[in-house]
């Protein structure tokens, strides 16, 4: 992905230019990955920009930042209203967020604790992550030989800078072999997620997802499609899956502030179809929810 430029970056409490926004190269977090973060979508609507669950996802960049005992000097409050002052500077209409806090330069060592935190936060156009035609009609997928990582190894309930090397591993497998996107599997060979997405089945009308505690981050795309899908009267499971339901599912999608909602047309080239009708009803809510078009998910919206 090219990263088109925009004017200002909030860094520290300050705006300052997006070419001027540098870090020294013995910064903690370039080499040891000890940083936390968040992606988050600003949609435009009929009365104007509004970030969806901005305050959510800064309640979930503090509780990361707060189990490394990074201490970010910003309440949440702070945070969103530094996203909506950042978003207004650039004069966009939607885009997406990219909020980063990392140690930062002055010690070097494993034990990060004495260097300083940096709290980041840059907006940027963008539209579709996995792309348009994903989005209408499915993308191939395939299970990875990359794990993912360990409730006790590197936990996905901290989204940490760290956590996405497997995903990288997987991503360039997955491409290398022609597929879109990869699925990959715990430990104890449980269906997890993609490499930055929930992934969810529907089967004899019943939508399930892996549970947190199979350690799938607990993402917030995916809480808005369960809620979504229980007030439509669908049955919705959290549950352990095996690898073989990923190809007997009448549907499959997967979910991601980036991705948003994604149907899934293959996995391991065996064909699941055309989106089914559950997956194109909650897309379609989906949508309709972040760009203000349904008045019963309001709340979500922090409007700019």
């Known amino acids: 992905m090219s ?24 910064t903690h977090a370039l080499h040891y990955g000890s940083g936390v973060f968040e992606g988050i979508r600003c949609y435009e609507t009929a009365t104007g920009s509004a970030v969806f669950r901005l305050t959510d996802h800064m309640k979930r960049f503090e509780r990361s930042a707060r189990m490394l005992f990074m201490d970010l000097d910003y309440s949440v409050e702070d945070m969103v209203d530094a996203v ?44 579709t992550f996995l792309g348009e035609e994903a989005q209408k009609h499915g993308m191939s997928v395939g299970v ?21 090397l497997n995903s990288s591993f997987a991503r360039v497998e997955a491409n290398r072999h022609g597929y879109a996107e990869a699925i990959l599997l715990n430990e104890a060979g449980m269906v997890c997620e993609g490499t930055g997405e929930n ?33 439509k009267g669908i049955e919705v499971q959290a549950r352990s899956m095996v690898r073989t339901e990923l190809y007997t599912a009448d549907e499959v999608f997967m979910t991601g502030s980036a991705a948003e909602v994604v149907p899934v047309g293959s996995v391991d080239g ?10 194109q009803d909650l897309q379609r809510s989906f949508f309709a929810a972040v760009r203000g078009e349904d008045s019963n998910y309001e709340a979500w919206l922090d409007r700019i």
């Open 3 to 26: 990263l088109p430029k925009t004017d200002k970056i909030w860094m520290d409490g300050t705006l300052v230019d997006w070419d001027a926004a540098q870090v020294h190269v013995l």
């Open 84 to 127: 909506k002052e950042t978003i207004r500077v650039n004069r966009l209409k939607h885009c997406y967020i990219r909020p980063l806090a990392f140690r930062g330069y002055g010690v070097m060592g494993l034990d990060p604790i004495p260097a300083p935190v940096n709290v980041i936060i840059a907006v940027w156009p963008w539209t």
């Open 144 to 164: 990875s030989s990359w794990r993912q990582r360990t409730v006790n190894g590197h936990p996905p309930a901290i989204k940490a800078t760290a956590n996405y």
């Open 199 to 231: 992934i969810f089945i529907v089967k004899d009308g019943i939508l399930a997802t892996p549970p947190i505690s199979d350690g799938v981050l607990e993402g917030l795309t995916r809480d808005s499609i369960m809620k979504i899908a229980r007030d």
């Open 270 to 279: 065996r064909a699941i179809g055309d989106p089914g009708p559950i997956t």
